[in-house]
């Protein structure tokens, strides 16, 4: 299973880089809003720049005209820019043909199997299924990706389950049992996925035993 930050904060995406643990990056309006982002053109080069693999750029147009215009102008920002398209009618529309123009797509604010079924029909090179938001109203977000997960094994997809909106390593965990091709998370969480209190505990016995011994030696 593939690791992806969502963010857009470039420090975080460079020390996740730097742990050799980052397989691509996501990003979404509301991202790059809070990260004070101004100049989205170079805000995208500066993070495909520094993201060994894919780097999702969202189209701001709702319309399929406006929506395939953005899309051609990210994907020429950077050969690793996958085009982010909301699951409406025009943004599938506008995946089918960014497909045959060999754009990579990733449709998002997937919340039920049936769009991520026909996301996929159109060509979309990844689905987001947003668990923690089903989450948030008492759905079980971990469903969408097993029901996900199956369909397109029933039927031979090669679109990628990109698990989103994950909130915590448990959510990680499930996601790699159920099958997601890729888990994108927030820093917090891919700093969280390092952390035992007993890998600290035990380190730490090691590390006093072996000054015990060197002090009486
Ligand atoms: O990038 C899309 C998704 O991961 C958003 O997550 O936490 O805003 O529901 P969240």
Not at 90 to 104: D, F, M, S
Request: charged share 20%; aromatic share 8%.
């Amino acid at each position: 299973m593939r690791f992806f930050l969502d963010t857009a904060v470039l420090a975080e995406i460079e020390e996740a880089a730097a742990w050799g643990l980052l397989d691509g990056v996501t990003t979404n309006p509301s991202l790059m809003a809070k990260a004070g982002v101004r100049d989205f053109d170079a805000h995208y080069r500066a993070i495909a720049s520094i993201t060994p693999g894919p780097v999702s750029a969202e189209v701001l147009s709702t319309t399929y005209e406006g929506m395939l215009a953005e899309a051609r102008h990210l994907y020429s920002l950077a050969e690793n820019i996958v085009v982010k398209i909301p699951f409406i009618p025009a943004g599938v529309q506008a995946i089918r043909t960014l497909h045959a123009e060999g754009i990579p797509t990733n449709c998002t604010l997937i919340f039920s199997p049936l769009q991520a079924l026909i996301a996929a029909k159109a060509g979309a090179t990844y689905v987001s299924p947003f668990l923690g938001r089903l989450d948030d109203i008492g759905h079980e977000g971990m469903e969408l990706v097993r029901q996900i997960r199956q369909i397109f094994d029933n039927y031979g997809f090669e679109t990628k389950i990109l698990a989103a909106s994950l909130r915590h390593p448990q959510h990680v965990l499930q996601c790699a049992l159920e099958g997601a091709d890729v888990a994108t998370m927030p820093f917090a969480v891919m700093k969280q996925l390092f952390q035992h209190p007993l890998t600290d505990k035990g380190l730490a016995q090691f590390l006093a035993d072996y000054q015990k011994l060197h002090a009486g030696a």
